[in-house]
């Protein structure tokens, strides 16, 4: 029963760090699948979290804060917009410059602002988003083995956590079922047959780019207002990152996304529950070994025990007529 | 009332047009591509358009498609003056177009493909069933029929192509533009391509032909309009013209269509592969155990679709691909792996003209005078040791343009400013003048233009004659016929037929090019 608890409590902690990887993610996925690599999700991750922690440490709510983070995460998809689309630069020297703009910025407002080593002050009650029950989970506990995982994994999580799931759930049908998913689809392999069906083809572009911006900025916003309860410097800890190869491992599809960022997530959790513990045989394993885990399966993984991941043909290429 | 002719008797007598482009003029930076060019299409009609490379016929028709917008002049649709400024405006006023590549997007179904940009709705589900209602019809009607649930990049070129035509009928288009449509076919595709047009046109739809194949020209088209230089230069009646006729307009001068040869004498063995197989990173077999040999003193060209092995097999008898099975000799002895080194090989006189020049065959960016001596910098003439001698190397490269009519003579502009015939020149004399015991050479006249060619040919030929062996690759079978003195054809990667070129037709070579007539063979 004891092994059972743990194991909820570790899956319960997966899916709350899976969270703002699958936000991060399911940008990623937007926007590569328009064709414009994005490397600087981590970059954006990290202005939405400042950007909302600040904006609802001043105005104490919560959902300003997600805003906030939201039009930050934008302000830096924009920017990458204009030098991947219409200035068709590289695509990875502009993510990498996102990144480290914001890490810069958020550390040097912060500390200009809060004179905190970078934090802003501890964030309490509407100004954070609080866990949610679902109906009948007080009521469902009981039930043996299922009870505990509905009531303690599936339910007690914030909005937000709800909200990712039905972020895949729409990107999943928007790019299967509907005109603009079909065009997104096009753009991404061959923008040339966009552009000669009549289609705007920076168009799209900037369209894709921009909701991968809404995305990271609902990623940015749980990490300092659910998962935490302010800003730290660099509190994304590489998340941008974990996310590109989560978007690699699901081979640039939603739902795989979905698995692939609970799987990193698991990982995650299991990393921090082993520390301290005594493994049999082995004895106390360090620290630094387990924290390790993650991004040795990450490595273990890309490396060979997917398949074929074929990114989208037309990613990374800036698009320019040909005589 | 009977007594006055109206205007719509006189429109009677003259056939209506379809298209009317009128002083169209379009630069790009230093290269005027299209100089005032005029053109009149008639409604029902196929129209062809001839010219060299680099004479303005893409250009003309990316104008028609919206691609590109004219500095100056008029494009008239149906009689009515239009402006297209956007391929989604010219779709709009009926035009389709057929482009060289494909504008296909191979992951996605047939049905994707031809509702992108038609789709009928911000949902998919309704669309889709309009546009499965519309191929039915079009199957139905002339004969197009096509899966729909097919994806594109699984199917063979002809039904991609077959597709890209779905996609203009689809969005009503009544001109439709084919850029060099026949270049990925077989012949028995490509005749039934030209049936489809035919059908088309007996419709009441108006097809423009853009080609340099003048066989086509004179095979399918009611009219044909020829370009030089970015000019019109003459619009004829197909029935009152000959190809001498078409290709000196193209040229501008008196062109030789056949080349003169003397029959080969052939010496001994030079070059001979036996059950080669070549892999490609999937482990796929592009070479699948083709052995064949070259003699001294021949021209062994190999036809093919493009795509069957041919390439592979040319890097790999070059050393560029590992064997996966199989031996290759020069001149009698079996070359060891260390021995198809590509450096060693040409140390031993086996040169190689790539099918690609821009991509292995020269860089670019280079001087001309540097891609002239590519592959060998580290011989004595241009330093032996860690300098080049720049001197050595300008006056060689200059000595060579002189020798194959390079122009402009200039040793120092960079590589890609030359046009694809001359970029040709640099290769060929690069390699030739080294004086090979064997020249393996892919697609020698791609992208090049018809003088070039005819010089490019006459090489070739006295090559052979000094008892240089040579193997051509080339998917240009007329190239093939011409100079070839033994013809293999490949399909699949595997050796389908051989054939003496006066033993032979284009029928013949293009259904071992299928893979179906091994059995008559």
Redesign the interface.
Same mark, same amino acid.
């Given at each position: 029963m004891e092994e059972l608890s743990a194991a909820i409590a570790v899956f319960d902690s997966g899916v709350r760090l899976s969270v703002p990887l699958l936000f991060a993610c399911l940008a990623g996925l937007w926007s590569e699948r328009s064709g414009v690599v994005d490397i600087g999700l981590e970059g954006k991750l990290l202005a939405a979290a400042f950007a909302a922690a600040a904006a609802a440490h001043a105005t104490g709510s919560a959902w300003t804060g997600l805003g906030a983070g939201v039009l930050a995460s934008l302000g830096f998809a924009l920017v990458h917009g204009f030098a991947a689309i219409a200035q068709r630069g590289n695509q990875i020297v502009s993510g990498v410059a996102v990144n480290m703009l914001a890490a810069g910025l958020t550390a040097l407002v912060g500390n200009a602002w809060y004179g905190q080593g970078g934090r802003t002050p501890a964030l309490e009650g509407a100004a954070r988003f609080e866990p949610i029950t679902l109906p009948g989970a007080e009521a469902a506990r009981g039930i043996p083995a299922l009870g505990p995982l509905y009531a303690d994994v599936l339910s007690g999580h914030t909005v937000l956590v709800y909200a990712a799931v039905l972020a895949t759930l729409l990107t999943a049908a928007t790019l299967k079922r509907t005109r603009f998913g079909l065009r997104i689809r096009a753009v991404g392999e061959n923008p040339a047959a966009v552009d000669t069906a009549g289609v705007s083809v920076p168009a799209l572009r900037y369209a894709a780019v921009l909701i991968a911006g809404v995305l990271c900025g609902f990623g940015g916003a749980y990490l300092s207002l659910a998962q935490a309860a302010g800003f730290l410097p660099q509190m994304t800890a590489g998340k941008g990152f974990i996310a590109l190869a989560a978007l690699i491992f699901a081979k640039w599809r939603a739902w795989p996304a979905l698995g692939a960022c609970f799987l990193f997530g698991l990982l995650d959790a299991i990393s921090i529950r082993l520390q301290g513990v005594s493994m049999p045989g082995i004895g106390l394993v360090p620290v630094q070994a387990i924290q390790a885990l993650p991004y040795a399966l990450t490595v273990v993984l890309l490396a060979g025990f997917i398949g074929r991941a074929i990114p989208p043909r037309a990613s990374g290429l800036p698009y320019v007529k040909e005589r | 009332m009977t007594s006055n002719v109206s205007p719509v008797s006189l429109d009677r007598a003259t056939p209506p047009l379809a298209i009317e482009l009128v002083g169209i003029d379009k630069r790009?930076g230093d290269v005027h591509?299209n100089k005032g060019v005029d053109l009149t299409v008639r409604k029902g009609s196929i129209h062809g358009i001839v010219g060299e490379n680099g004479a303005g016929k893409?250009?003309l028709m990316?104008i028609l498609?919206g691609?590109?917008e004219a500095d100056r002049g008029e494009i008239r649709v149906g009689g009515v003056a239009r402006r297209i400024r956007? #391929? @989604?405006?010219?779709?709009?006023a009926g035009i389709g177009?057929v *482009?060289q *590549?494909f504008?296909?997007?191979? #992951?996605?179904s047939v049905i994707?493909?031809v509702?992108? @940009?038609?789709?009928g @709705? #911000?949902?998919?589900?309704a @669309?889709a069933r309009q546009v499965r209602a519309r191929l039915a019809q079009l199957a139905a009607d002339y004969g197009l029929a096509l899966d729909p649930d097919a994806i594109v990049g699984d199917l063979p070129v002809g039904l991609q192509q077959r597709v890209e035509i779905v996609?203009a009928l689809v969005r009503g288009a009544d001109v439709l533009v084919l850029d060099e449509p026949t270049a990925v076919l077989t012949p028995d595709e490509a005749d039934g391509l030209f049936r489809l047009l035919r059908i088309l046109a007996d419709e009441g739809k108006t097809v423009i032909l853009i080609t340099h194949k003048l066989r086509e020209i004179m095979a399918i088209t009611d009219r044909v309009s020829v370009m030089r230089r970015g000019e019109m230069v003459a619009t004829l009646d197909t029935a009152a013209t000959s190809p001498a006729q078409l290709a000196e307009l193209m040229v501008g001068r008196r062109v030789l269509l056949r080349v003169e040869k003397a029959p080969a004498a052939p010496g001994p063995v030079v070059l001979a592969a036996e059950n080669v197989v070549v892999r490609d990173a999937r482990g796929t077999a592009r070479v699948d155990g083709v052995s064949l040999t070259i003699r001294a003193g021949e021209i062994v060209g190999i036809a093919g679709i493009a795509g069957n092995g041919q390439s592979e097999l040319l890097e790999a008898l070059a050393g560029m691909r590992p064997l996966a099975g199989g031996t290759v000799a020069l001149e009698g002895r079996a070359l060891s792996p260390a021995e198809r080194d590509p450096a060693a090989l040409r140390r031993r006189g086996l040169l190689h003209v790539p099918e690609d020049r821009m991509r292995t065959g020269l860089v670019p960016a280079f001087e001309a005078c540097e891609s002239a001596m590519l592959g060998f910098q580290d011989e004595r003439r241009y330093g032996a040791g860690a300098l080049l001698d720049r001197g050595a190397i300008v006056s060689d490269a200059l000595e060579r343009m002189e020798a194959y009519d390079v122009r402009p003579r200039a040793p120092l502009l960079k590589t890609s400013k030359f046009s694809g015939g001359n970029q040709q020149k640099i290769v060929l004399a690069r390699e030739i003048e080294r004086g090979p015991k064997v020249l393996l050479v892919g697609q020698p006249t791609r992208g090049v233009d018809i003088g070039a060619i005819e010089f490019i040919h006459r090489r070739l030929v006295a090559l052979r004659d000094q008892g240089v062996g040579v193997l051509l690759v080339s998917v240009e079978l007329e190239e093939i016929m011409a100079l070839a003195d033994r013809i293999l054809v490949m399909c699949g990667g595997r050796i389908t037929g051989e054939r003496l070129p006066g033993e032979t037709d284009e029928r013949d070579l293009g259904l071992l090019m299928a893979g179906v007539a091994e059995r008559a063979a």
């Open positions: - | 790009f591509a893409s250009t990316s498609y691609f590109y956007s #391929p @989604g405006e010219a779709i709009a177009m *482009h *590549h504008m296909l997007v191979e #992951p996605l994707d493909n509702m992108l @940009g038609a789709e @709705g #911000p949902r998919l589900a @669309g996609k």
